[in-house]
């Protein structure tokens, strides 16, 4: 059964920092791409970063970029979201996403999400 579970949200004052994790299990973790999408009330979901299976490549929203890193432990089957300098518009839901390699061809799959609020 695919899985994935985001933590790590929740109430940060503008300037802070928090860091997002997914764990991941059910798939083929290493042979998939691992993205971290956000959406907010009446808006349309944006992809907020991603990065390939090997990490070799890596790719932000032009909101983030500077501000915010992905990374991943393949080892841990485990992608992490690093944001830092938050502002009040960076508040949504955040949501974990694997575009993984089946038999079928490419499925994407989704997480549940973690809130982040970033208020004073």
């Known amino acids: 059964q695919v899985q994935l579970v985001e933590s790590g949200g929740g109430l940060v004052q503008p300037g802070g920092s928090l860091r997002l994790s997914c764990a991941a299990s059910?798939?083929?973790?290493?042979?998939?791409?691992m993205s971290w999408y956000r959406q907010a009330p009446a808006k349309e979901r944006e992809l907020v970063a991603s990065?390939?299976?090997?990490?070799?490549?890596?790719n932000y929203a032009d909101s983030v970029k500077g501000r915010f890193t992905i990374s991943r432990d393949n080892a841990k089957n485990t992608v992490y979201l690093q944001m830092n300098s938050l502002k009040p518009e960076d508040t949504a839901v955040y949501l974990c996403?694997?575009?993984?390699?089946?038999?079928?061809?490419?499925?994407?799959?989704w997480g549940q999400g973690t809130q982040v609020t970033v208020s004073s």
């Open positions: 990065i390939s299976s090997t990490g070799g490549s890596i």
């Open positions: 059910g798939f083929s973790f290493s042979s998939s791409t």
């Open positions: 996403a694997a575009r993984r390699p089946t038999v079928y061809g490419t499925v994407s799959s």
